[in-house]
């Protein structure tokens, strides 16, 4: 009887991948036996297609593990990168209003219905900012001027100075227009200085 070969009894070499490719390997097998399980929420009447969209995509994007569903973590570490550092309080109670099931995640519908109330508040705010523009806006030619601009902020604030409008003024111009526009005051946080 002939005597096995050690060829025979060794193991056969496994294709060594790095972590990273291991776990791009787990995610995708994870994903696909996920998605068919995910339907996507009907879009709100009366909502834009670009609006609705935005929604999906961002829970997509902050469903870091990506398994169909938000963890307190996700959520968490979502608001960190889009410069919120929520306390634990803050983060129950959003918590609290998106997790409507009770089953400790945000599903896709579940955060579609958050959203979606968020995206009215947002542009019920949009409304508000044009408006506060416009008041600023005296002679309606879409620009604020600096002398509109020191107008209002130096009225009934005796703290603030022509030279501290001034420089408040360019630092918002910071093209160097010598007018701030629509954009420019949306972008900056002259809205806190102004309504405070």
């Not at 969209?53 to 870091?64: A, G, H, K, R």
């Not at 509109?148 to 003024?169: I, Q, S």
């Amino acid at each position: 009887m002939e005597s096995p070969s050690v060829a025979q009894f060794k193991k056969p070499e496994r294709n060594m991948e790095s972590p990273s490719v291991a776990l791009t390997r787990k995610r995708e097998r994870r994903k696909k036996s996920v998605i068919p399980f995910l339907k996507k929420p009907r879009k709100p009447a009366g909502m834009p297609e670009e609006q609705f969209e935005e929604i999906v995509n961002t829970f997509y994007l902050i469903d870091s593990n990506e398994d169909g569903r938000l963890s307190k973590k996700e959520l968490n570490d979502a608001a960190f990168l889009i410069g919120l550092n929520p306390t634990t309080k803050e983060l129950d109670a959003w918590w609290k209003e998106a997790d409507i099931n009770g089953d400790g995640f945000i599903s896709l519908d579940e955060y579609a219905k958050v959203m979606t109330s968020n995206f009215v508040s947002i542009d019920i705010e949009r409304e508000r900012m044009k408006a506060a523009f416009n008041l600023l806006d005296r002679n309606n030619d879409g620009r604020i001027s600096l002398s509109e601009f020191r107008v209002v902020m130096m009225y009934n604030n005796n703290e603030m100075t022509e030279e501290k409008v001034e420089e408040l003024f360019k630092e918002v111009d910071s093209s160097g227009k010598g007018y701030l526009d629509y954009e420019d005051f949306i972008n900056s946080h002259i809205c806190s200085v102004v309504f405070q």
